[in-house]
């Protein structure tokens, strides 16, 4: 049999592959991905942040002045007054005379302890940051210290109001302070209104 010829017979075109359309999702799926494990890996290589003794013993006494619930404890038990009892009568000067010298012992004692602690602890760290946080814990201690060292000074000026009979009133009206004002602060010199009025003052021109 004869070959039937092709010549003159067009060839079909090849059928082009189809193009594959890019997911727009996934594609910011994968970004997100992407950014995520970027981030963790930048966490990995930041160095852990050191906890030095200096850093702690700081907080320790931040944290320690935040917590001062009262200006002092006594050691003195509270005065249980009688009826009818004379007000600021000669027991009554001598408790009170007891609750001055008991808290200007305390705060004696505290400002000895700084003293001793400051001694001890003093070091030349050879990291900066740990200098820096021993120069700012000592700065807290001797600034509460000075405002004790100021209280002490008003607690010998009470002691003396004593002497001269001229504790438990006060010095703007003249009038009773009252046994329970006093115990809960000794060197008080205004009574609860006038402390007020002059609180409101205070805040008024501030």
């Known amino acids: 049999m004869a070959k039937r010829s092709t010549k003159g017979k067009k060839s079909k075109p090849k059928k082009a592959a189809p193009v594959k359309r890019k997911n727009p ?21 930041k160095p852990a942040k050191k906890t030095t003794k200096a850093s702690k013993s700081l907080s320790a006494v931040a944290k320690k002045l935040k917590q001062l619930p009262a200006p002092f404890v006594s050691r003195v038990k509270p ?21 001055l010298l008991s808290w200007k ?30 120069e700012e814990e000592f700065s807290l201690e001797l600034r509460a210290r000075d405002r004790e060292r100021k209280l002490i000074k008003k607690i010998d000026e009470t002691t003396s109001r004593i002497d001269n009979n001229d504790y438990g009133y006060c010095d703007a009206c003249g009038v009773e302070i009252g046994i329970s004002r006093l115990e809960a602060r000794p060197t008080a010199t205004l009574c609860i209104d006038c402390k007020t009025i002059d609180e409101i003052r205070e805040k008024h021109y501030s």
């Open 25 to 45: 999702a996934l594609k910011k799926k994968v970004v997100k991905k992407a950014k995520v494990l970027s981030k963790k890996v930048k966490s990995l290589k």
């Open 79 to 99: 005065y249980n007054a009688t009826k009818n009892e004379e007000y600021m009568n000669h027991a009554q000067r001598e408790h009170f005379r007891k609750v």
């Open 105 to 134: 012992r305390q705060l004696l004692d505290e400002m000895e302890r700084t003293v001793h602690h400051m001694q001890d602890e003093a070091a030349n760290f050879p990291d900066p940051n740990d200098r820096a946080t021993q």
